[in-house]
């Protein structure tokens, strides 16, 4: 996983509440195994018209809305089933952090296992960031756990554990791979037969 610590970029505001796993990525997108490749289909059934030309009243496909880092969405995101290509397809896409309501609890988990921030919010500190205009950067700074926006700073609690993995760049496998020297030590008091 990189390391996270400080991200600072431009946002889109999804401000919908309930966005569920398949508005996403729709299930007809989920034949790869990979982790790649998701991004041109993230909210496919908003992001296209029927002819499969973009719809040019969704925000994703606004010129100035281009390269954005940070989602701002509404409660309950990631809602649905718990398919972790939702989480690819966000990081696919170019997003690095979503700032939301609240997070379904498989969502949220699939998130921390991919290197993906997911940051709750209450709505008032939300819709201030919402209305952020396109080119206005927000500072999300993961060491002092806080969201800084046009002179506003806003608290946002994380566990120990998964700021520590985040801000070291640190999976489960990473984690394990510390205690190298001990497994092995172990699997060698192991008879071989």
Known sequence: ????????????????????????????????????????????????????????????????????????????????????????ALKDYGFKVVIAGGFSDIFYMNSTKNGFLAIKLPRDQRETLAAAPADAKITVDLPNQEVRYDGQTFPFDIDPLWKHKFVNGLDDIAITMQYEDQIEAYESKIPQF
């Not at 496919?44 to 100035?64: C, M, T, V």
């Open 1 to 88: 996983m990189e390391p996270i610590t400080t991200i600072t970029g431009t946002s889109v505001p999804i401000m919908k509440d309930n966005i569920d796993t398949d508005q996403l990525i729709p299930k007809q997108f989920l034949k790869n195994i990979l982790k790649v490749g998701y991004g041109r289909h993230l909210f496919f059934d908003w992001r296209y018209n029927k002819d499969g030309s973009p719809n040019a009243d969704f925000i994703l496909n606004r010129p100035e809305r281009q390269g954005a880092e940070i989602l701002i969405a509404g409660d309950n995101f990631g809602c649905g089933s718990s398919r972790e290509h939702a989480v690819w």
